[in-house]
């Protein structure tokens, strides 16, 4: 699931430039939204399975929430972050094509937990 579910993240032209048209799954789907942080210019694609729940912890406390360690789950609740479900599809456009935001997924590779867990 995910930012990725219903197909590819981004639709790309050719200059490179990632195209919106609000029909998108996490356009539409507060579950499969990306979150946005306007004053530390960070996009995060919250992938459930790999610890996404901490990360949206840590982003709660980033944008100066006293109740950070709270649920993060309550994502159709307030919760403080901003979504791309939320923003208008032009806005959302204009803020991934920004090469001043930050924009990142944490995943993992599920053929190797015990790996994972060594380290």
Sequence with gaps: MGCSA????????KSGRIRVNGTER???DPHSAMMVLHAHKVIHCSIPRVGCSRWRRLLRRMEGYKDYLASPHNILENNGLKLTSSLSPDFVEKVLNDDSYFRFAVVRFVF???LLQRF
């Design 6 to 13: 219903g197909g590819s993240i981004v639709k790309k032209e």
């Design 26 to 28: 996490w356009m539409k």
């Design 112 to 114: 190797s937990p015990p």
